[in-house]
Nanobody
Framework: QVQLVESGGGLVQAGGSLRLSCAAS????????AGWFRQAPGKEREFVAAISRSGAGTRYSDSVKGRFTISRDNAKSTMYLQMNDLKPEDTAVYYC????????????????????WGQGTQVTVSS
């Protein structure tokens, strides 16, 4: 199994930036496709961004495309989410997750396909 710990959340003003980190341990990080999801109060968990095992393939939800950037450093077993031009509607608990896939460049964007989840980190964007 793999353990995931998110960090970097906090309170920011609209238009500001944050970088979230997801540190993995327990298994070889490069064996997993990975992604970020978020859940706001009263809403279902939604897809934010995903990245392939190699880092070469990425996918974003329409609501964050052009503002957020997902990346990973397999040597450090860490994934990142750079969030720019934050909006109040970005307020949510952000979760990182990983899933085993066989192919180097596959991107997984569906939450139900993920196996391991972090505890979440709160991001609050004020007007």
């Amino acid at each position: 199994q793999v353990q995931l710990v998110e960090s970097g959340g906090g309170l920011v003003q609209a238009g500001g930036s944050l970088r979230l980190s997801c540190a993995a341990s327990g298994r070889t990080f490069s064996n997993y496709a990975a992604g970020w999801f978020r859940q706001a109060p009263g809403k279902e968990r939604e897809f934010v961004a995903a990245i392939s095992r190699s880092g070469a393939g990425t996918r974003y939800s329409d609501s964050v495309k052009g503002r957020f950037t997902i990346s990973r450093d397999n040597a450090k077993s860490t994934m990142y989410l750079q969030m720019n031009d934050l909006k109040p509607e970005d307020t949510a608990v952000y979760y990182c997750s990983v899933t085993q896939v066989a192919l180097w460049r596959v991107v997984v964007a569906e939450a139900y396909k993920y196996d391991y989840w972090g505890q979440g980190t709160q991001v609050t964007v004020s007007s």
